[in-house]
C-alpha cells in the first residue's frame, strides 16, 4: 500500500486551492462540504466559483497564486491544467508546510484525494492509487447504492444520546448500538420525523 487511507480533520483549518477552472471546480465541489475555510486562486474563473465567492462560500483573488498564499495551508491543489504553474503552485505549497495534490499528478502529490461516498458523519473512501479511476467509479456507485440515504441522519441521532450509553457494560452497549443500527433506527426513521 502506497497511499494510506487517513480522515483529516478540517474544521477551521484552511484549503488553497490554485486555478479557477473546470478542473478546480470538480475539486471545489467536494472540498465545499468540508468545514474548512478555502482560498482560490486563478485566473479566467469558471461561473461557478464566481458564483461561490459572492455567496461568501470561498475566498478567490482573480490573480496566479504567490509566495505567501498558502500560508496556514494544510491542503494545497494545484488544479490549473497546466503543468507549469501547477508544479509552482505546488512549491509555494510545500514552502508553507501544506500537503500538495497536483490533480491527475500521481508523482507530484503527496497525497491523493479518493472517490468518497457521503453518508455524512459516515465517509467511505475508495482508492486505487491512481491505477484504476473508472473502477474506483464503479465501486463508489455499488457502495452509494448499498448504503441508504438515511444512513447519515442515523448516525447523527445516535451520536447525540452515545455519552448516556457510556453506563452500560460493554456487551449490553453493543447489544443496544446492534439494535439500534440495524433495527430500530432505521424503522424509526422508515415510519418517518415523529417516530424518529
Do not use: C
Request: proline share 5%.
Amino acid at each position: 500500500m502506497r497511499h494510506f487511507p487517513v480522515f483529516v480533520d478540517l474544521r477551521g483549518r484552511r484549503i488553497v486551492v490554485s486555478g479557477a477552472g473546470d478542473i478546480a471546480v470538480a475539486k471545489l465541489r467536494l472540498l465545499l462540504r468540508t468545514e474548512a475555510g478555502i482560498s482560490v486562486f486563478g485566473t479566467d474563473p469558471d461561473p461557478a466559483v464566481l458564483g461561490w465567492a459572492a455567496r461568501g462560500l470561498i475566498a478567490f483573488e482573480a490573480r496566479p497564486i504567490h509566495a505567501g498564499d498558502a500560508e496556514g495551508a494544510v491542503l494545497l491543489y494545484g488544479a490549473n491544467g497546466d503543468a507549469a504553474e501547477d508544479a509552482r503552485a505546488a512549491t509555494i505549497g510545500r514552502a508553507a508546510g501544506a500537503l500538495v495534490n497536483i490533480v491527475d499528478d500521481l508523482e507530484g502529490s503527496a497525497f491523493i484525494t479518493p472517490a468518497i461516498v457521503d453518508r455524512d458523519p459516515v465517509t467511505v473512501a475508495i482508492g486505487t492509487e491512481g491505477a484504476a479511476p473508472v473502477l474506483a467509479r464503479k465501486i463508489k456507485a455499488e457502495i452509494e447504492a448499498l448504503l441508504p440515504a438515511a444512513l447519515g441522519r442515523l448516525a447523527r441521532v445516535g451520536q447525540g444520546f452515545r455519552a448516556r450509553l457510556e453506563a452500560l457494560d460493554g456487551k449490553a452497549r453493543r447489544l443496544f448500538w446492534t439494535r439500534f443500527y440495524f433495527e430500530d433506527g432505521p424503522r424509526a426513521i422508515a415510519d418517518g420525523e415523529a417516530a424518529a
